[in-house]
């Protein structure tokens, strides 16, 4: 597990940028903390499945299943980030 306390939503937000790539090698170069989920970056249903799956993984957490995502609340890479940071700190 990461130590939660040298983990900052920066720090995070690029793991996630490059967990995103990983699963989408085509996103290289276009992924950032700003970038939208599902308008920029074209993460569908499936991808987001995909990418919550490595999150877990990388960072030994539970995260929600994905019908509780919040798509008000999760528009970006930096908003999953801090969804992240929720559930590195509980």
């Known amino acids: 597990m990461p130590d939660t306390h040298t983990l900052t939503r920066d720090v995070v ?3 996630l940028c490059d967990i995103i790539v990983e699963n989408r090698p085509k996103l290289a170069g276009r992924v ?3 970038s ?3 308008r920029d ?7 987001m499945i995909e990418t919550v799956i490595r999150i877990e993984e990388r960072f030994a957490i539970a995260m929600p299943d ?3 995502f919040d798509a008000e609340r999760v ?3 930096d908003d999953l980030a801090g969804m ?3 559930r590195l700190r509980r």
Not at 41 to 47: K, R
């Open 84 to 86: 992240v940071i929720e």
């Open 32 to 34: 950032t903390p700003r």
């Open 36 to 38: 939208p989920l599902t």
């Open 13 to 15: 937000a690029q793991q």
């Open 41 to 47: 970056l074209g993460i569908d249903s499936l991808a």
């Open 75 to 77: 528009l970006t890479v």
């Open 66 to 68: 994905f019908e509780e």
